[in-house]
């Protein structure tokens, strides 16, 4: 009977759904591929694709990552203070439209800087032993 414990030939579709428990999908786990230059399918289906076999770079790979996710926070704080008191001081008539404009590209400035310093985090070659 092909590994089945029990059949029912009357069964309905109702009652069927009725006794079966729903399939839940696994949570999703980061995939990591090689991927070589050309290989799309790779690239697209992984959360991380490295272009290379060296599993000594994975290491730098998570500090990049680690760094880059704190970076991320540090914009979005430092957003969203120039947001709120930008709309706390224009709302007590302490600051005009001009001086908004200013400090909002200042603050664009400064998350675009404080992005920039991943660009330090450069990936160093790991020696050769």
């Known amino acids: 009977m092909c590994g089945a414990s029990s059949a029912r030939a009357t069964a309905s579709p109702s009652s069927v759904m009725a006794s079966t428990t729903p399939l839940r999908s696994p949570p999703p786990i980061p995939a990591l591929r090689w991927a070589r230059p050309g290989s799309d399918v790779a690239i697209h289906s992984a959360s991380v694709a490295l272009m290379s ?16 996710r704190s970076v991320i926070h540090q914009n ?6 120039f947001i709120i008191g930008g709309l706390i001081l224009s709302g007590l008539g302490l600051m005009g439209p001009i001086v908004a404009a200013i400090l909002h590209n200042v603050g664009s400035l400064l998350v675009v800087m ?16």
């Open 53 to 68: 076999s060296d599993l000594r770079r994975v290491p730098t790979l998570i500090r990049i990552s680690r760094s880059a």
């Open 76 to 81: 979005l704080g430092l957003g969203g203070l």
């Open 114 to 129: 404080n992005s920039a310093r991943l660009i330090r985090l450069g990936e160093e070659a790991p020696d050769q032993a």
